[in-house]
Nanobody, 123 residues
């Protein structure tokens, strides 16, 4: 399975972006999927995940109320809708998937990774 992330860009604080992650080479409707982000000099951190074969999502506390995650199985794509963006949201965002239904917050649990898409929020 290959994952292709897109949708990043430069936005002012308070703005919105929608990230997409499309899978090819297989389907991942039954796979847990997640979004992580990484800022320069920091470790990759959990942002959101969705259980496989489900729409149940979990968000990091830092993005609750601002970000939502969704899945379109017909398009083999997951989305991260980001509203109320803050400068501290600036990072490279990665989508990931694992060969399990259960999602986790751990980077080490994911088998497949997209290439990352840069999100920059100016103050």
């Amino acid at each position: 399975v290959q994952l292709q992330a897109s949708g990043g860009g430069l936005v002012q604080a308070g703005g919105s972006l929608r990230l997409s992650c499309q899978a090819s080479g297989g389907t991942f409707s039954q796979s847990a999927v997640a979004w992580f982000r990484q800022s320069p000099g920091k470790e990759r951190e959990f942002v959101a995940h969705m259980r496989g074969n489900s729409a149940i999502t979990t968000l990091a506390d830092s993005v609750k109320g601002r970000f939502t995650m969704s899945r379109d199985n017909a398009r083999n794509t997951v989305y991260l809708e980001m509203n109320g963006l803050k400068p501290e949201d600036t990072a490279v965002y990665y989508c990931a998937a694992r060969n399990q239904i259960w999602a986790t917050r751990s980077v080490d649990d994911y088998n497949y990774w997209g290439q990352g898409t840069q999100v920059t929020v100016s103050s």
